[in-house]
């Protein structure tokens, strides 16, 4: 098989040398890090990342802002508020920081990668330290090594995705599930997206780097793994995604192998296959549909239509008996007509998707469809939304209430966090789960017995 899309690898190397030198600098000080991140999975994977390489540098975390040395956001750019949180956030930091002597504030991300947003920074916020991108962030401990020793501001954002970056050290939120990024970057340019322009081409990463990351997390404890890019199905290095799926699928200690996202163009049979076959699989599949009317998915440049969406999702349901299907859905693109959108609200039904994240079309400068001249209105976009998400909720209500009396096995996650005497965890089917509990069985698979289906989770009883 072809290595398409396969990639260079950059290794960390360098920058624990800079680790190691902050960390002797910062030996005996106490200091802590404060991290936000914005965003997606894959944010929450690099974020990760930046956690790793802090702690690496002898910081340790915080929850509380007030109270950490060095401040770290890190940023998305799907949608436009998240851009105006950020300034939102930042403007407070600037008398925070007159009043706390050394406090550093980091601004990394995607957002960064857009070089209007750089200069706005440079120009408007003035008390920020260190700014970075997506393609350099390993190069963290290089930056603030040099903020602190050149005493000047540090702005470094490289263009490209000049390879995949190795050996990265990851500090995980969680001691039960794992991020495991397997591709980087996306060659879709769907006309709506701004992911392309800052996340850079799609570059696969190599098995053999997935596979002991995933070892492991094993030999942690780790029980669950989902496996992240932009658009799984098109990974290529040296095997597919189906193949990447089989030269997991031996590895003791792992439980259960999730994947998001897919690309409806780019799902195979074989990965339907693989799924089926692989006792691991979750029965989970997220498949974003964007909108139900063809001409839009056209405009979309989404390259395909209802019609073979629909047929999709009736051969997975055909081969795949209890799974849960998951899709992002747009309303208010430009253009969208009445018609387009209730062709929307007819295909949702259709398909009988279990959830669904919504989201109101945000002009992103750069993509083709900012450009757009037949902007939709907001109080048109508001008020369908509002009508999507009724029906979302409706329908996700009546694939919960399905579940009741049934016993599904749930991954424990923890307590809940407004009652003590409330576990929490995850179904395979991605569904949450409280029951009441008075033992502790965090990181447990346990079967519980499904009493209740409410629109945001299940109610069970531990059976
Ligand atoms: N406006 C609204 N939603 C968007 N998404 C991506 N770009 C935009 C945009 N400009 C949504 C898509 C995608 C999800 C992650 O974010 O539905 O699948
Ligand atoms: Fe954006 Fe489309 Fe790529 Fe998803 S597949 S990241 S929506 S361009």
Not at 134 to 149: A, Q
Not at 175 to 200: H, K, Q
């Amino acid at each position: 098989m072809q290595n398409r899309n396969s990639a260079d690898c950059i290794v960390f190397d360098e920058q624990a040398e800079y680790c190691h030198q902050i960390a002797s600098m910062n030996r005996g000080r106490n200091l802590k890090y404060y991290i936000e991140t914005l965003g997606c999975q894959m944010n929450e994977a690099d974020s990760e990342q930046i956690s790793g390489m802090l702690i690496q540098m002898g910081y340790t975390d915080t929850l509380d802002i007030a109270k950490a040395d060095i401040i770290v956001f890190n940023t998305c750019c799907v949608r436009e508020n998240a851009e105006f949180k950020l300034y939102g956030h930042i403007g407070k930091l600037k008398t925070v920081k007159q009043l706390k002597e050394g406090l550093l504030i980091v601004i990394c991300g995607c957002m960064m990668q857009q070089k209007h947003i750089v200069e706005k920074i440079k120009k408007s916020y003035k008390h920020i330290d260190i700014v970075f991108g997506t393609h350099n962030r390993h190069e963290f401990p290089k930056l603030l090594f040099r903020r602190i020793t050149e005493k000047k501001k540090i702005y470094e954002v490289w263009e490209d995705n000049k390879g995949i970056i190795e050996k990265v050290p990851v500090k995980r939120k969680s001691i039960i599930t794992a991020f495991v990024p397997i591709t980087y970057g996306c060659d879709n340019f769907c006309s709506y997206c701004i992911v392309p322009y800052v996340r850079g081409r799609e570059k696969s990463r190599n098995p053999e780097m997935i596979k002991n990351e995933i070892i492991n997390l094993a030999s942690e404890g780790i029980n669950e793994i989902t496996l992240l890019g932009q658009n799984v199905n098109s990974y290529n290095c040296g095997m597919d995604f189906p193949g990447l799926l089989y030269y997991i699928s031996d590895i003791s200690g792992i439980d259960r192998i999730r994947f998001m996202t897919s690309h409806p163009k780019d799902l195979s049979d074989n990965l339907i296959k693989a799924m089926k076959e692989i006792p691991q699989m979750c029965s989970h599949i997220h498949l974003p549909l964007q909108s139900g009317s063809n001409s839009i998915l056209k405009q979309m440049n989404r390259k395909y239509t209802k019609d073979e969406y629909l047929f999709l999702i009736e051969k997975i349901r055909e081969s795949l008996k209890d799974i849960t299907i998951s899709t992002d859905i747009i309303v208010g693109f430009p253009g969208e007509t009445e018609d387009d959108f209730q062709e929307t609200l007819q295909v949702y039904e259709k398909a009988g998707f279990d959830f669904a994240y919504t989201f109101i079309y945000s002009k992103r400068s750069g993509t083709p469809a900012a450009n757009r001249e037949d902007q939709i209105p907001d109080d048109v976009k508001n008020r369908r939304f509002a009508k999507l998400i009724s029906l979302v909720n409706d329908m996700t209500l009546k694939s919960n209430i399905n579940d009741e009396n049934k016993v599904l096995q749930v991954l424990v996650e923890g307590k809940s966090r407004t009652d003590d005497l409330v576990m929490t965890g995850r179904t395979r089917s991605n569904k949450i789960v409280n029951f009441k509990c008075d033992t502790d069985f965090t990181g447990s698979l346990i079967d519980v017995k499904i009493v209740k289906g409410h629109t945001w989770h299940l109610e069970g009883e531990k059976i």
